[in-house]
């Protein structure tokens, strides 16, 4: 609900030419209906949830959905990293076609970055696309997932292999849903808050280290500016390079370590958020192992993240060859090429570049940076 001393609602484009759109960031709005105004025309919506999300926002969402669409269907996904797969995936067809959905139905993607992921790339395959809005509400999803159109599912051998570029009409960031949040949840999202700070703009990471208390107490204000100047960036950089074919790979700073932990361990044990924190003091030790930056700004990053409440120690994957095992899962990643590991490295303050790394600094790297 919008009260006096809610943030004002602001606004940030993503500028793609056609396929621009804009993302809303405020108080109240998943339950006003103005935020729906002048979406695709269409009889259907339906409202893509998981079972945990649904029953605390769905009714809400689909009140505000009904002054402008006759039917608003609702379909609720197993909760879990686990359930990014096929089999969930096919449970949103199910639900489109069971209902005889045609291709103008809008699909509202209502949960965290797994929900929106998935229902992103449901909406890239339906009838071979239909439009569809993302309603992130987890601080990660707001922040990073919902935003710049990939959409995914993953494989066992890999997260987030199969899918899909495929922009949403329009995202909205309600900052009220955040306070139902888990607090470990809260805290993954602050991961990819941190990442924009050494890739992008330094200022920003001063701003993160002065009021990361803030954020953890979920004070709204604090919440909407870093909402607001995470989707700026994130903005800047898909508007450059939609489709990763180089600038964009600097978002996935701390990830090649953190889908290793991630998969490694098997999904969902770690959370996303949680593999990237303790994967960007991994790459920011290995940027200063590669003599790109001083060991004090790898103690600063690590101090912040630890404040937020992530992991800085990595996990042991292999009892026989925990590095070795890494490097295996590492060279799945998407940005490997012809077998070869890439990282996002911090090139210099604010500043990050892709790059290989001979073998055996990653692997004192990831000894130094795993429990014993
Ligand atoms: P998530 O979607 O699993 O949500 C986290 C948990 O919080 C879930 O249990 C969910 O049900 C619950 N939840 C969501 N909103 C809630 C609320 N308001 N109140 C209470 N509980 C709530 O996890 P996530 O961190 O949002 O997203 C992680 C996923 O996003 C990963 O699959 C990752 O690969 C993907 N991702 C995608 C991109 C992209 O660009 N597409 C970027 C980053 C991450
Ligand atoms: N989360 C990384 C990207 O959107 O490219």
Not at 2 to 9: E, L, M, V
């Amino acid at each position: 609900m919008h009260t006096d001393s809610s943030p004002a609602i602001q606004q940030v484009v993503i500028d793609l030419g056609e396929r621009s759109y804009p993302i809303f960031i405020g108080a109240g709005l998943l339950g006003d209906p103005a935020t729906y105004e002048d979406l695709p025309a269409s009889n259907t919506a339906l409202i893509v949830s998981n079972d945990t999300v649904a029953p605390l926002y769905a009714q809400l969402l689909q009140r505000a959905l009904q002054c402008h669409y006759s039917r608003v269907l609702q379909v609720a996904l197993p909760d879990g990293e686990v359930h990014k797969d096929w089999p969930t995936l096919q449970l949103i067809f199910d639900a489109l076609l069971a209902n005889g959905c045609d291709r103008k139905t809008v699909l509202f993607a209502l949960g965290g970055g797994v929900v929106g992921d998935m229902t992103g790339f449901a909406a890239a395959c339906y009838m071979r696309g239909v439009p569809f809005v993302q309603v992130p509400t987890t601080l990660l999803a707001q922040v990073d997932s919902s935003v710049g159109g990939k959409t995914a599912i993953n494989h066992p051998l890999g997260k987030n292999m199969v899918g899909a570029f495929y922009q949403p009409e329009r995202v909205i960031c309600d900052l009220d849903v955040l306070q139902s949040l888990p607090l470990r949840e809260l805290s993954a999202g602050l991961a990819e808050i941190i990442k924009y700070g050494p890739i992008a703009d330094m200022a920003f990471l001063d701003w993160i280290e002065a009021n990361i208390e803030a954020l953890l107490a979920r004070e709204p204000a604090a919440l909407a500016h870093a909402i607001q100047r995470s989707c700026e960036i994130k903005a800047a950089v898909v508007g450059q390079d939609e489709r990763e074919t180089g600038l964009r790979a600097i978002l996935n700073f701390g990830h090649t370590f953190g889908h290793a932990i991630e998969s490694g361990l098997g999904y969902g044990q770690w959370l996303h958020g949680e593999g990237v924190g303790c994967g960007m003091v991994m790459a920011a030790r290995l940027s200063q192992r590669l003599g790109l930056i001083d060991k004090a700004f790898v103690d600063r990053l690590r101090t912040l993240v630890l404040r937020a409440g992530l992991p800085v120690v990595g996990p042991r994957l292999s009892a026989a060859d925990n590095a070795g095992r890494y490097l295996e899962l590492m060279r799945v990643d998407k940005k490997a090429e012809a077998g070869e590991v890439r990282f996002v490295v911090i090139d210099g303050p604010g500043r990050a570049a892709v790059r290989g790394a001979p073998d055996a600094l990653v692997r004192e790297v990831i000894e130094a940076c795993c429990s014993a």
